[in-house]
C-alpha cells in the first residue's frame, strides 16, 4: 500500500492563525482526500483534493476556510484558516491508489487551537 | 443525517470470544463497505472490504457479513486477543471506493485477558 507522510504531526496554535498541513505520498494516486476526526469522534469528509482544479467540499465546509490545493499525483495540502478552539482535531489525508479501491490513511495531524 | 449507524458503542469481550460490531446504511447507492482499525495516536488501517453481491467475506480472524435486503452488515472477530483491542468503525462508498467514506461512530472494542 502507499506510504502516507503528513507533516506537522502535531501543533499548538493561537487563535486567528492559519496552519497549513502537507500530505506527501510515494506513489502515484488516483483520489486524494481530507478528514476531519473531532477528539473521542469519528471521521468526517472534509473534501476530495482534485488535481489541477478546486477541491470538491462536503456540506458545512468551505474554501475559504479550509483551502486545497492538489498541484500534482503525490502532493496535497489543507489550510486550516483563521482558526478557533472548536477547529481543534485530527486532520487525516486518505488516499486511493491507481486501479485500487481500498483508501489508507496518514497517520494524522492533531491540532490544538489556543 | 446519520448514513451509517453503527453500534454497539463499546464492547468488552474474554479473550478468545467473538466481537460482533453492526452496521446498518440508509443510502442505496452506496457500493463498498469497508472496516477500519484505530488505534490511539495512529491513523485508521483498512482491515477489510466488502461488495454488495458477496454475503460474506474472511480475511484471517476477521469476517463481515452483508445482508443487502436488510441494508445491514456486521464484522465479527474471531478467536479475538487483547492486541485487537481499538476503535473500529464502519464506512461507505459509492462508486466502489472512488468516493469519500462516510464513517459510523465507532466501536471501542476491549479484549480483556
Known amino acids: 500500500s502507499a506510504v502516507i507522510s503528513q507533516k506537522p504531526s502535531r501543533d499548538i496554535c493561537q487563535r486567528g492563525t492559519s496552519l497549513t498541513i502537507q500530505c506527501q505520498v510515494d506513489?502515484?494516486?488516483?483520489?486524494m482526500f481530507w478528514y476531519r476526526q473531532q477528539p473521542g469522534q469519528s471521521l468526517t469528509l472534509i473534501a476530495t483534493?482534485?488535481?489541477?482544479?478546486?477541491?470538491?467540499?462536503e456540506s458545512g465546509f468551505v474554501i475559504d476556510k479550509f483551502p486545497i490545493s492538489r498541484p500534482n499525483l503525490t502532493f496535497s495540502t489543507l489550510t486550516v484558516s483563521n482558526m478557533s478552539p472548536e477547529d481543534s482535531s485530527i486532520y487525516l489525508c486518505?488516499?486511493?491508489?491507481?486501479?485500487?479501491?481500498?483508501?489508507?490513511f496518514g497517520q494524522g495531524t492533531r491540532l490544538t487551537v489556543v | 443525517q446519520q448514513q451509517v449507524k453503527q453500534s454497539p458503542q463499546s464492547l468488552i469481550v474474554q479473550k478468545g470470544g467473538i466481537p460482533i460490531i453492526n452496521c446498518a446504511y440508509e443510502?442505496?447507492?452506496?457500493?463498498?463497505f469497508p472496516w477500519y482499525q484505530q488505534f490511539p495516536g495512529k491513523g485508521p488501517a483498512l482491515l477489510i472490504a466488502?461488495?454488495?453481491?458477496?454475503s460474506e467475506k474472511k480475511e484471517g480472524r476477521f469476517t463481515i457479513s452483508f445482508n443487502k435486503s436488510a441494508k445491514q452488515f456486521s464484522l465479527h472477530i474471531m478467536d479475538s486477543q487483547p492486541g485487537d483491542s481499538a476503535t473500529y468503525f464502519c464506512?461507505?462508498?459509492?462508486?466502489?471506493?472512488?468516493?469519500?467514506?462516510?464513517f459510523g461512530k465507532g466501536t471501542h472494542l476491549i479484549i480483556q485477558p
Open positions: 486518505s488516499v486511493v491508489e491507481q486501479g485500487g479501491t481500498e483508501a489508507f
Open positions: 506513489s502515484q494516486v488516483t483520489m
Open positions: 483534493a482534485n488535481q489541477g482544479s478546486e477541491a470538491t467540499y
Open positions: 443510502n442505496t447507492a452506496f457500493d463498498y
Open positions: 466488502i461488495r454488495p453481491d458477496v
Open positions: 464506512a461507505a462508498s459509492k462508486r466502489g471506493g472512488a468516493d469519500g467514506l462516510t
